[in-house]
């Protein structure tokens, strides 16, 4: 490519690819002075000091932070109760019994009522 001159097509070029034809457009010169070389030092150097500041700080996070992993049994344990009756007097009826047991509640749910009834009602 650098024996080409701006414009010019060159001879086609085998590679692992398959085969090319190169045209060069335009010519950049690289900036190869003292002053572009020190700022790309300096750009690095601080990229690696932010790295390393980032890494220092997530690892601070993570030794004091306070991680529990809980198992469905344990949390279970650990929720209320919620008692359900779906009969009279106090019951609030075998549907809302019924739409209740497939809702997610932050409790254990215990549904009480004539199980026949209450299977009655999964079918409809």
Same mark, same amino acid.
């Given at each position: 490519m650098d024996n080409l001159k701006l414009d010019e097509i060159s001879q086609p070029v085998k590679t692992a690819l398959g085969w090319h034809l190169i045209q060069v457009n335009e010519r950049r010169e690289k900036d190869l002075s003292s002053e #572009?070389?020190?700022?790309?030092?300096?750009?690095?150097?601080?990229?690696?000091k932010t790295e390393i500041r980032f890494n220092d700080w997530v690892k601070t996070l993570r030794e004091g932070a306070h991680v529990e992993i809980w198992l469905y049994e344990r949390l279970m344990k650990?929720?209320?109760?919620?008692? @359900?009756? #779906?009969?009279?007097? &106090?019951? @609030?009826?075998?549907?809302?019994?019924?739409?209740? &047991?497939?809702?997610k509640f932050l409790a254990n749910i215990t549904i009480i009522g004539n199980k026949d009834a209450i299977l009655s009602e999964l079918g409809n």
């Open positions: #572009s070389l020190r700022q790309r030092v300096k750009e690095s150097l601080l990229k690696q650990r929720l209320p109760n919620l008692i @359900i009756t #779906s009969g009279d007097p &106090a019951g @609030i009826g075998l549907d809302l019994c019924v739409m209740l &047991a497939f809702k």
